[in-house]
């Protein structure tokens, strides 16, 4: 493969230098070509990603049947398990099972009551590929008769399943809602859902990649989403990614001198300043920010800083420094009434030049949840000599001497 892109590039075969040299002494179309062979191989990587999320973690080759004895069940964020004792070689050795989030099984019908202690179990799923007796599920029948399949609805038996919220389209026209409050903000108050996630996204993101400097490339050196991400740490990743991630439902709450988003993703609170226009100059670092806002007409732009050094790009391993600085321009489109985000990112030590993009969130009827992450993957997703140590619900990894790593 690096053959063939050096012969695309009219490379020699013993090019080895920086490719920001070589980027730099390309002409305009070979510099073209470099961004759409990019972009291309990024979103190669988003599909893999997308189809088979859990890969990197299970083996997708194998396919196991287990039958056994329910003796625990977790329905928790942001992966729910079922624990069975299986009798292997007249033993009984206990199993724990993957299965999606809590809060979208609860969204699709699922309640923990499915799942009887003591009761048998048929399990059709993939091994872990680090953690013996660990896999994701596939399938499974419960001694009552229900198939449940990963993440699917209960299409299988007839169970009055908990409503979806209504979409924005279908409530725009119901809901008593005024365009304004009465203190003359325009109104983006309300539960809102993202509209930006997966293939039938309303509201795509452009395909505008971020581009790291030498710096940003060093400081990710050895970044591997399958123990590195932040979201498998009860982490939110960022301001970006957090506002959409898992379709969690986010809550926006107005006042005259600060604006709260709730993310509904690790339950994550923004507060947004409308009475400073300036930051302090004691901002102390925070995941979120310092945020200060103001109204320009009916949008509400968002200047943001004070970030500490963190992961911009949870699969591709992106990272950002404290000199990240975000604007972000809210307003809510008149015809779709989604809410929509424009945002340009900078960061002069890890980004070449200025990140944009947008994205967009759906009114619905129905409240923000507390996502409560309890994160119970164990040693699967965690790098070998390493262990991960939570303060304050949000975990961070230690190394391990070797010699106590057993």
């Known amino acids: 493969m690096q053959l063939q892109w050096r012969f695309l590039l009219g490379l020699p075969r013993n090019h080895l230098t920086d490719p920001v040299i070589v980027f730099n002494s390309m002409n305009k179309k070979k510099k073209q070509l470099v961004r759409i062979i990019f972009i291309f191989g990024f979103f190669g990587l988003e599909i893999a990603f997308a189809h088979h999320a859990f890969a990197p973690h299970f083996d997708t080759n194998i396919e196991i049947n287990l039958i056994g004895t329910i003796t625990e069940y977790r329905f928790v964020n942001p992966h729910s398990y079922i624990y069975f004792d299986v009798e292997e070689g007249g033993e009984t050795v206990n199993w724990r099972c993957e299965m999606g989030p809590a809060g979208r099984l609860k969204r699709m019908g699922w309640s923990e009551d499915f799942f009887v202690p003591g009761q048998t179990v048929d399990m059709t799923g993939n091994p872990a590929r680090r953690e013996e007796n660990v896999c994701i599920l596939g399938m499974m029948r419960l001694e009552s008769g229900l198939e449940l399949a990963r993440d699917g609805p209960l299409s299988r038996v007839n169970i009055e399943r908990e409503d979806e919220p209504i979409r924005s389209e279908e409530i725009a026209g119901t809901l008593d809602r005024p365009r304004y409050l009465e203190n003359g903000q325009p109104n983006i108050s309300g539960s809102w859902r993202t ?28 970044y591997d989403m399958r123990f590195d991400s932040p979201i498998m740490r009860c982490h939110y990743a960022n301001l970006i990614e957090g506002f959409h991630h898992g379709n969690t439902i986010n809550e926006i709450n107005q006042g005259t001198d600060e604006i709260i988003i709730q993310y509904g993703f690790m339950d994550v609170v ?5 009475n400073l226009d300036q930051h ?7 995941a979120t920010g310092h945020s200060i806002g103001a109204w320009d007409g009916d949008t509400l732009v968002v200047d943001t800083v004070g970030f500490e050094p963190g992961v911009l790009e949870h699969l591709a391993g992106i990272k950002h420094s404290e000199q990240l600085h975000a604007v972000e321009r809210f307003f809510v489109d008149e015809q779709t009434n989604y809410l929509m985000r424009e945002y340009i990112l900078t960061d002069p030590l890890y980004i070449e030049g200025e990140y944009s993009n947008m994205d967009g969130q759906e009114l619905v009827d129905a409240p923000y949840e507390p996502y409560n992450c309890i ?22 990894v230690d190394f391990v001497p070797e010699e106590q790593a057993d």
């Open 195 to 222: 509209v930006s996630k997966g293939p039938d996204a309303a509201v795509k993101p452009s395909g505008a990649q971020i581009i790291p400097t030498a710096a940003g490339r060093a400081a990710a050196k050895g």
């Open 270 to 274: 923004r507060v947004i300043h409308m």
């Open 280 to 286: 302090p100059d004691n901002i102390v670092l925070s």
């Open 375 to 396: 994160e119970l993957t164990g040693e699967n997703n965690i790098r070998p000599g390493e262990q991960v140590i939570y303060h304050n619900g949000v975990g961070s």
